[in-house]
């Protein structure tokens, strides 16, 4: 039940990685097939928007299913930001060190970007690129947008199947997503709960 039960979480953050895409709030890439010593195989992820900011994320990580996959010292990680999927124009770009204090994850605060406006980034690791996220700046202080979309997305009960829910929202191009709840409940934490 247990190896079960890792399997299935794993593929729900690969379905919410592949199907959050598109939501400026918080912006996952789904990790590509798990190959030996890869080490982005958690993805990346962005969110915290502001005007002229974004705070992007990642996680030194070769097997999602084994902590210990992760090295023992600390490892430095160079990333970029473009304003095209192709990074060809790069407008920002560092380095940071995940370090095993923070599990090898890893928080960059991407400074000096453009109002209301969609960004490529990606993290490297020696010749080892990771997924391509993609992430929004929120609108300038003061603007008013014509219209605002929002979704509301909240915890979820896996044993009841999928949850499609998030694969409609990233559908929808929402400006905001307010992720109330980020638990996933399974049988045994339910046990004397009211469903």
Not at 132 to 141: N, Y
Request: proline share 8%; glycine share 6%.
């Amino acid at each position: 039940m247990q190896h079960a039960r890792r399997l299935f979480l794993l593929d729900a953050a690969r379905l919410a990685a592949a199907s959050t895409a598109a939501t400026p709030s918080l912006v996952l890439a789904a990790p590509p097939s798990n190959r030996a010593g890869y080490p982005f195989g958690l993805g990346v992820a962005s969110g915290a928007p502001l005007p002229d900011s974004v705070i992007l994320w990642t996680r030194i990580l070769p097997d999602p299913l084994d902590a210990a996959s992760s090295p023992r010292l600390a490892v430095p990680l160079r990333w970029e930001v473009a304003d095209d999927e192709a990074f060809r124009r790069i407008v920002a770009q560092g380095s940071a060190i995940a370090t095993p204090e923070l599990a090898h994850s890893v928080r960059v605060n991407v400074t000096g970007l453009r109002p209301a406006r969609w960004y490529w980034y990606r993290f490297m690791l020696g010749d080892a690129v990771s997924p391509v996220g993609r992430t929004r700046t929120a609108p300038a202080a003061g603007s008013l947008p014509g219209m605002l979309k929002l979704a509301v997305a909240s915890c979820q009960h896996w044993e009841f199947g999928s949850y499609a829910a998030h694969r409609h929202i990233a559908a929808a191009h929402p400006d905001l997503v307010a992720f109330l709840g980020d638990y996933i409940y399974d049988t045994r934490e339910l046990i004397g709960m009211d469903m």
